[in-house]
């Protein structure tokens, strides 16, 4: 498929969250009466996620050209898909091969847990997501299964690399299995939010830690994920901050970072309310308002 903690990194338990549409006033909705809630505003996107075949087939190719990735990224020893801030240990020969992934809207699709947030017009909660991951239902979004085993028959480990809570530990490792996606043995595999990295500071949600944890012994060749969190940490997270995250990168997009698409939440919402989610949901609405761009 959240406040405070969520705004700097990709998803707390999950990745940011898009806040609960609260009823709109009339000079947003005429539509909405006290008969009549007010149109919630992740509808069209979950309805995107869940019927659109574009969405689909945006998946199936994003993963179709990761695996095509492979073999040159294993071929190429200098080839690392770790920012620069995050290969804190030296690039050297013998580092094994591995590909991290986030697990939320990239590996597993929570869509049916925003769908009845939707229908039942309620809000994201540690609560409720919590039973969502422990019912071990999500499917696989579209091509991953395939890239994940071709990454493993390489001889490449996988790394989950997620905001889910580290609590939900065993109940996301079985949902993995039951869709039978590789998982090392040898390895922790589920590097979940919490996750503690010796002499590295964590802040909120960023994985700068947990990437750095995974760099001690793995060469990176591929990172996939739906938030820019998944890639590299923002510093700033406004959008021309999170512009600034990405530039040095740009060039590895398509190449050593896979993006996918996640219009139902994430941090790039909070970038445009100045990041304060206890301001009243009116309010919330009307800076998103004053972002479109008319021309």
Not at 51 to 68: F, K, N, P, S, V
Not at 246 to 262: K, S
């Amino acid at each position: 498929m959240l406040i405070a903690s969520l705004l700097l990194g990709a998803c707390s338990h999950l990745p940011q969250r898009t806040a609960p549409a609260a009823p709109a006033s009339p000079s947003v909705s005429s539509a909405a009466t006290a008969e009549s809630p007010a149109p919630n505003d992740n509808l069209n996107a979950v309805a995107w996620t869940q019927a659109a075949i574009e969405r689909d087939l945006i998946y199936r190719q994003t993963y179709r050209d990761a695996g095509q990735q492979l073999s040159r990224a294993l071929a190429d020893p200098a080839w690392d898909a770790l920012p620069a801030e995050d290969r804190k240990s030296p690039l050297v020969a013998g580092l094994k091969p591995a590909v991290i992934v986030d697990i939320d809207e990239t590996v597993l699709d929570n869509s049916p847990y925003q769908a009845r947030l939707v229908v039942n017009n309620a809000s994201y909660d540690e609560f409720t997501w919590a039973q969502w991951c422990r019912e071990e239902r999500a499917h696989a979004v579209p091509g991953v299964v395939e890239f994940l085993r071709e990454a493993s028959r390489h001889g490449i480990t996988v790394f989950y690399l997620s905001n889910r809570a580290s609590d939900l530990e065993q109940a996301t490792l079985a949902n993995l299995r039951k869709l039978d996606l590789p998982i090392a043995n040898d390895e922790q595999a589920f590097l979940g939010l919490g996750t503690v990295v010796p002499g590295c500071e964590q802040h909120g949600s960023e994985k700068g830690c947990r990437r750095q944890l995974i760099a001690q012994k793995y060469r990176v060749l591929v990172q996939v994920g739906d938030q820019l969190g998944d890639f590299v940490d923002v510093t700033a997270n406004t959008p021309q901050g999170r512009r600034d995250a990405v530039e040095p990168y740009l060039d590895w997009i398509g190449e050593r970072w896979f993006v996918l698409p996640n219009p139902t939440y994430g941090s790039w919402e909070p970038a445009l309310f100045n990041n304060d989610w206890r301001q009243p949901a009116q309010d919330r609405r009307r800076a998103k308002q004053a972002a479109l761009r008319l021309n």
